[in-house]
């Protein structure tokens, strides 16, 4: 299994980025998918997730800003963007929780795509 994700960018502070993040494979069932981001020098951490039935988490230095779906018949995920500012500036990648056709279950990474927000 494989995650694709895209549409980082350079941006304006205030200004908005869509993130999505296309799994494919040998897929059964994706339990749940996230995007997690990390800042030069700092730890990875979880943005927001979403799980098969449609429950969302976010953090909350991106609650009222971010908002994650999910188009299960794409196995996509993706994240809106709003209001960023210069601290959201970051690597963001996506993770999968995945039910393989061979009954195995494990969670799989996409590359980071980079989101640069200018002041």
């Known amino acids: 299994v494989q995650l694709q994700a895209s549409g980082g960018g350079l941006v304006q502070a205030g200004g908005s980025l869509r993130l999505s993040c296309r799994a494919s494979?040998?897929?059964?069932?994706?339990?749940?998918m996230g995007w997690y981001r990390q800042a030069p020098g700092k730890l990875r951490v979880l943005v927001a997730s979403?799980?098969?039935?449609?429950?969302?988490y976010y953090a909350d230095s991106v609650k009222g800003r971010f908002t994650i779906s999910s188009d299960n018949a794409k196995n996509t995920v993706y994240l809106q963007t709003q209001t960023l500012k210069p601290e959201d500036t970051a690597v963001y990648c996506c993770?999968?929780?995945?039910?393989?056709?061979?009954?195995?279950?494990?969670?799989?990474w996409g590359q980071g795509t980079q989101v640069t927000v200018s002041s």
């Open positions: 494979g040998l897929i059964t069932r994706i339990n749940d």
């Open positions: 979403i799980t098969s039935d449609g429950h969302t």
């Open positions: 993770s999968a929780d995945v039910l393989t056709t061979y009954g195995t279950r494990y969670i799989t």
